[in-house]
């Protein structure tokens, strides 16, 4: 079965467009992927020239969409035309899939700062899911996946203080429910489940402060008592050392990431689940330092794309 996804091209000034163009050129023969580009037609003429893959540009189902002015096109350069171009051309790539144009959205590395300097809301791509979704901000999730790992965080960009205030059991419940259903559209029935601890050792009973003891703990019996298999709450350590789950619950941003990238560098995908529209992203930035070189490797688009078109896990 084909699946037909939208991609995004993410910052213009970054190496989005030039990784766009090296994974579309390494997906040119499989019938199973049908990409269409969301982006500024400029923006993939650039990058074809900056990697000489220009003979592909025909070849290429483009939606024109997100058009900058042509002082703002500066490759490395963080600018607001740049940042306002990113969200303007991932938010056009959602409506098209909300609309059941495509089965899936896959979006190029975002630079926050200029989405910053645009003056627009955003705190990753999972807040961008969700507002144009309709659905509260933080019930949108993501879930990275790479170096063998799977792991949904409760929380995200945020500072660590506000998201205690915000982590409930409610919280780990909602996310983790959203994690197993992510689990299952990538070939993974039933999925077997480890829930991190908010302080080091879970707590040890209350030995490290009573987080544990009122908001994971409660959300672990919660999530048994509806048939899922979890395991926790323990240390991330412990659990990560195990590598025997299929799904594991990190409850801050570098819970998740710091695993996930040590194992997976540049090769990670970043999954926003939870909503009614699937979007995969990179597990890297823009890398501005490079942009425009044409060095930078499409792995983590590639598995990206491979990904929400069901051909890898």
Not at 25 to 32: H, I, K, T, V
Not at 51 to 80: D, F, I, K, M, Y
Not at 267 to 287: E, F, R
Request: net charge neutral; proline share 6%; charged share 15%.
């Amino acid at each position: 079965m084909t699946r037909r996804i939208a991609l995004s091209l993410g910052d213009p000034n970054g190496i989005g467009p030039e990784i766009v163009l090296k994974a579309l050129a390494a997906l040119r023969d499989e019938a199973r992927i049908q990409v269409t580009v969301f982006g500024a037609p400029a923006v993939l003429e650039r990058a074809a020239a900056s990697t000489g893959l220009q003979a592909l540009l025909p070849s290429l189902a483009v939606r024109a969409c997100a058009e900058l002015p042509a002082h703002a096109l500066r490759w490395g350069e963080v600018n607001a035309e740049a940042g306002a171009s990113t969200v303007a051309a991932a938010t056009a790539a959602l409506q098209a899939a909300r609309a059941g144009e495509f089965d899936a959205v896959v979006a190029g590395p975002h630079h926050e700062t200029a989405i910053a300097q645009a003056g627009i809301p955003f705190s990753g791509y999972p807040s961008l899911v969700a507002r144009v979704c309709g659905q509260p901000e933080g019930r949108v999730f993501l879930l990275l996946v790479g170096g063998g790992l799977r792991i949904v965080h409760v929380t995200l960009h945020e500072s660590v203080a506000t998201a205690l205030a915000r982590l409930t059991p409610e919280l780990v419940v909602e996310a983790t429910q959203a994690g197993v259903r992510g689990c299952r559209l990538l070939g993974v029935a039933q999925p077997t489940v480890a829930l991190f601890g908010i302080n080091p050792h879970a707590s040890e009973g209350r030995l490290f402060g009573p987080e544990d003891a009122e908001r994971t703990v409660p959300a672990a019996e919660r999530l048994r008592a509806m048939g899922l298999d979890v395991t926790g709450p323990q240390g991330a350590d412990v659990l990560l050392a195990d590598r025997r789950h299929d799904l594991y619950v990190a409850m801050l941003h570098d819970q998740g990431h710091i695993p996930v990238k040590l194992l997976a560098p540049q090769a990670a995908s970043a999954l926003s689940i939870g909503a009614d529209v699937l979007l995969a992203s990179t597990g890297h930035g823009c890398a501005m330092d490079i942009a425009g070189t044409g060095t930078a490797r499409p792995d983590a688009l590639l598995r990206s794309l491979r990904l929400v078109a069901g051909l890898s896990s």
